[in-house]
């Protein structure tokens, strides 16, 4: 389907009840844009849509830009977190120069873009001394893409850099010059909950958002989220903090996972689960059928009404060879391994408000004076809509058609040949 430019009334169309805060699941309706935002449906010209269905555009609140696409020249070895590490740990080491890193982001959200994405969260490995090279050129990019998508950055280190004597203090002044959020990777470790409070005050000080990998692992011992709620709590934080991952839940005793989630509920802590890449990394084990998924418990959290989202992680890298920054796929890939499916609706917010909310972006809406920034399915239900990648799919952004054609993975060759 070909859409004329101009005002235009969108008839027939299929959005989900809950983006008009009606009760229930879909919705048929009309809908309205001129002057490059939502209008009342009552232009000149009407197109029938036949029941397709109409979304915002997505908000992607975790990924990896700077690792992106570079599975293919320095792959993970045996598919393993550690395997993940130690060959991230060897490309960036080798290759991670502003060009390099450009041309890999810049593909990235070009991906992105003409999947219907309108805001992303990139973490941004941030131990010396990759540090000095990466975030001038996350802020050139940011510069660069502005007014198509908008663009959030995490610093991503280790809780030992937050000894005396250790590069966070610099990491976070980086951070907070470019407008950024303060993360951290936690797991069990010596001196976490000095390393944890430490991290708390410098937010504090700077008045900025945290951003946290937690207990990204099967091992029920991996608690670190407690923690981290609990010194949410004790430090009177008033600012986002954002925890990601979060697998042990799963495999914690019930009562103990269930007493952790009434704790991040009473701290107000966003969840974001990362279901494709947990999927791919957790419980393998070399000739032998994994038995668990690595989702964490996600209705259990919207039970509680803790903020719930799902993003893509990473992507063509080490730690998931697949992906394209679909966030369709993300929620087909959600609904599947989580059985979000025969549960309560609104689980499409997951991928909307939910996420601008943890993150300050502006939330995703179909309401009148909302930017006219669309993407239509050929779909009319969930079951059309996620049983297909739906290639077809038609974005607006301000209310005119962009060109959806993904870039060819060939441009990166010459790149990634070099490297060889």
């Known amino acids: 389907m070909t859409l004329p430019s101009g005002p235009l009334t969108l008839q027939n169309v299929t959005i989900p009840a809950c983006l008009r805060g009606n009760s229930g699941d879909l919705l048929r309706t009309d809908i309205g844009f001129q002057n490059k935002v939502l209008a009342r449906p009552d232009t000149a010209v009407k197109i029938d849509m036949g029941g397709r269905m109409v979304l915002p555009c997505f908000v992607d609140m975790h990924t990896h830009l700077d690792k992106g696409h570079i599975s293919p020249r320095t792959p993970n070895p045996d598919g393993t977190f ?7 740990a060897q490309d960036r080491s080798a290759y991670w ?6 041309t890999r982001m810049d593909f990235a959200l070009r991906c992105a873009i003409a999947q219907g994405t309108r805001a992303i969260r990139t973490h941004l490995d941030s131990s010396p001394p990759q540090e000095d090279i990466t975030w001038p050129v996350f802020r050139d990019i940011r510069a660069d893409w502005a007014g198509r998508i908008d663009l959030q950055a995490v610093c991503l280190d280790s809780p030992a850099s937050l000894a005396a004597g250790g ?8 951070a907070a010059n470019h407008q950024g959020v303060l993360g951290l990777v936690t797991f069990p470790m010596p001196h976490l909950q000095e390393h944890l409070t430490t991290l708390f005050h410098l937010a504090i000080d700077r008045s900025l958002p945290l951003d946290f990998h937690v207990d990204e692992t099967l091992d029920p011992d991996a608690q670190t989220l407690h923690m981290i709620a609990q010194t949410a709590l004790n430090t009177r934080f008033s600012g986002s903090v954002t ?3 979060c697998c042990s839940l799963s ?3 019930e009562v103990h996972a269930l007493n952790t989630l009434d ?4 701290a107000g802590l966003n969840v974001v689960s990362l279901p494709m890449c947990n999927l791919y990394l957790q419980d393998r ?5 994994p038995r668990l998924r690595g989702i964490t418990l996600v209705h259990e959290m919207r039970a509680r009404g803790i903020n719930v989202s799902f993003a893509s992680d990473n992507t063509r890298d080490p730690f998931y060879a697949y992906g394209d920054l679909d966030m369709l796929e993300v929620l087909r890939e959600a609904t599947r391994i989580g059985h979000l499916d025969h549960s309560n609706p609104g689980w499409i917010q997951s991928i909307l408000t939910n996420p601008a909310k943890a993150c300050g972006f502006q939330a995703p809406s179909l309401d009148i004076g909302s930017p006219a920034d669309l993407v239509i399915f050929n779909a009319r239900n969930w079951s059309e809509l996620l049983s297909r990648p739906q290639s077809d799919r038609i974005v607006l952004r301000n209310g005119t058609a962009i060109d959806h054609t993904l870039p060819d993975y060939s441009e990166l060759d010459t790149l990634l040949a070099r490297c060889v």
Not at 97 to 102: G, H, K, N, T, V
Not at 167 to 174: E, H, P, Q, R
Not at 263 to 266: F, G, R, S, T, Y
């Open 82 to 88: 550690q395997g993940a590490l130690t060959a991230t």
């Open 97 to 102: 120069s502003p060009e390099d890193l450009y």
């Open 167 to 174: 590069s966070y203090t610099k990491t976070a002044v980086l």
């Open 243 to 245: 925890v990601g991952h």
């Open 251 to 253: 495999t914690q005793d």
């Open 263 to 266: 704790l991040v509920a009473k």
């Open 285 to 289: 084990h070399a000739n032998r059928t």
